[in-house]
């Protein structure tokens, strides 16, 4: 098996692992592993242990997204789930008051997410979102709770959601797509575009390109 098919399986098994509620399967090291480095390459351009700790004293965004797969890999542990998985649960909560972000650890995400800035960032648990993701400032996805969007939203892959956008509902958004500041997304939208406005609305093709760096990890 080739370095690619390898990674390949990795991520598909990362993120089949992070699932929701009492459905979630057990998560292995390796697994765990990936998406901390995932996570830590998005944010620095590197792996290793000197910037492992920088980025955990000096980065709010990447000690957020450490701590939620660290809860998700020992609460998905039978023997962890109890003590440290309490624990690190805990440390989650601190962070979430502490930053203002509140992302659960049951919440289904791909490797690679990347959090620029924190403060008012609130995530649905029943949400997925798919493999190297930015989400900004102030952005919430959020269920729908009656009409023909009722639900939770899907993010596709390399999306880069802007300061203060809004994703409401049982909405798709495609691979590569780029949302706005501000904007507010409450139908789907396809691969690769631009959406900006209140509602969404699409203005260009040109994805996220130039949005989302960082991923060669």
């Known amino acids: 098996m080739t370095t690619d098919e390898t990674t390949k399986d990795i991520v598909a098994a990362a993120r089949s692992s992070v699932s929701v509620g009492r459905s979630r399967s057990a998560m292995s090291f390796s697994e765990y592993r990936f998406l901390v480095r995932s996570d830590l390459?998005?944010?620095?351009?590197?792996?290793?242990?000197?910037?492992?700790?920088?980025?955990?004293?000096?980065?709010?965004?990447?000690?957020?997204?450490?701590?939620?797969?660290?809860?998700?890999?020992l609460s998905s542990r039978r023997i962890l789930r109890f003590g440290f998985g309490h624990f690190a649960r805990l440390v989650l909560r601190h962070c979430s008051y502490k930053y203002g972000i509140s992302i659960s650890w049951r919440t289904k995400i791909g490797p690679g997410l990347y959090i620029g800035h924190f403060g008012q960032i609130v995530v649905?648990?029943?949400?997925?979102?798919?493999?190297?993701?930015?989400?900004?400032?102030?952005?919430?996805?959020?269920?729908?709770?009656?009409?023909?969007?009722?639900?939770y939203a899907t993010i596709g892959d390399y999306v880069y959601i802007g300061p203060g956008a809004k994703i409401v509902g049982n909405v798709k958004v495609g691979n590569n797509v780029a949302i706005g500041a501000n904007c507010v997304v409450t139908k789907d939208f396809p691969d690769n575009a631009v959406v900006v406005g209140v509602p969404g609305r699409i203005i260009s093709s040109e994805g996220s390109a130039g949005y989302i760096n960082w991923t060669d990890y």
């Open 124 to 151: 649905h648990d029943r949400s997925v979102i798919g493999k190297n993701c930015n989400i900004s400032q102030g952005v919430t996805i959020g269920q729908a709770n009656r009409g023909p969007r009722k639900g």
């Open 41 to 73: 390459y998005r944010h620095d351009g590197s792996t290793g242990p000197s910037g492992f700790l920088r980025n955990m004293i000096l980065n709010p965004g990447f000690e957020y997204t450490f701590w939620m797969r660290t809860s998700a890999f």
